[in-house]
């Protein structure tokens, strides 16, 4: 799998929109890209994930760039929920889903 | 949607002792399961594959004679501590593949005293 960098923290204000990106400058043409977040002592929770195209679904939005080495994930209405841990990671299709987790962006969702 | 269990939530046990973790798969099949381990304020670090009917396929540095795991059916993996130690004390998590994306285990918290 592609290394993935993201930042380390990010803070939002409740109701707003937050955008956390991810960098995968290496990533190849048949790996995805995964968003997972982890919500203090519980397992990780799949979010959305995307190959080229701009994907969209209840929680979150999507947007990989055109050449594909990074992507951003909107929450469009952040909530205090919302406080987690998000890891972006890139995996192929091919593999048998072994994921390796990078150290992930901490968002803290503030009233 | 799919759903993975994973059991205990947490557990305390005396140094020297076993402690047996279960994950299941409990709306898909899965022959393939992942287990991995996080201290606090760091990332999770994957332990072992653990395959259905074979044995489990073990990271470098994971010593496979303390971390026993066995996957007897489609549905359930085992992680067993053995001989614990209050180094070993950490938060576990079993993943397992269903439908493009991977679904954990709620976790189990594991005290060694």
């Known amino acids: 799998d592609a290394k993935t960098t993201q930042p380390p923290s990010m803070d939002c204000a409740e109701g707003r929109a937050a955008n956390l990106p991810c960098n995968h400058s290496?990533?190849?043409?048949?790996?995805?890209v995964y968003w997972y977040r982890q919500i203090h002592s519980q397992g990780p929770q799949y979010i959305i994930h995307g190959l080229k195209n701009n994907e969209t679904n209840e929680m979150a939005s999507l947007i990989i760039t055109e050449d594909r080495k990074s992507s951003t994930l909107i929450l469009p209405h952040a909530t205090l929920r919302d406080t987690a841990v998000y890891y972006c990671?890139?995996?192929?299709?091919?593999?048998?889903?072994?994921?390796?987790f990078g150290q992930g962006t901490t968002l803290q969702v503030k009233p | 949607g799919a759903v993975v269990s994973q059991h205990p939530s947490w557990v305390i046990c005396k140094s020297g002792t076993s402690v047996k973790i279960e994950c299941r798969s409990l709306d898909f099949q899965a022959t393939t399961m992942f287990w991995y381990r996080q201290f606090p304020k760091q990332s999770l670090m994957l332990m072992a594959t653990?395959?259905?009917?074979?044995?489990?396929?073990?990271e470098q540095g994971v010593e496979k004679d303390k971390f026993l795991i066995n996957h007897a059916s489609l549905t359930l993996s085992t992680l067993t501590v053995t001989s614990a130690h209050p180094e070993d004390s950490s938060f576990y998590i079993c993943s397992a593949i269903g439908r493009q994306r991977a679904f954990f285990g709620q976790g189990t918290r594991l005290t060694v005293v």
């Open positions: 653990s395959n259905e009917g074979s044995k489990a396929t073990y």
């Open positions: 290496t990533i190849s043409g048949n790996e995805y």
């Open positions: 990671i890139a995996h192929g299709s091919s593999n048998t889903g072994k994921l390796i």
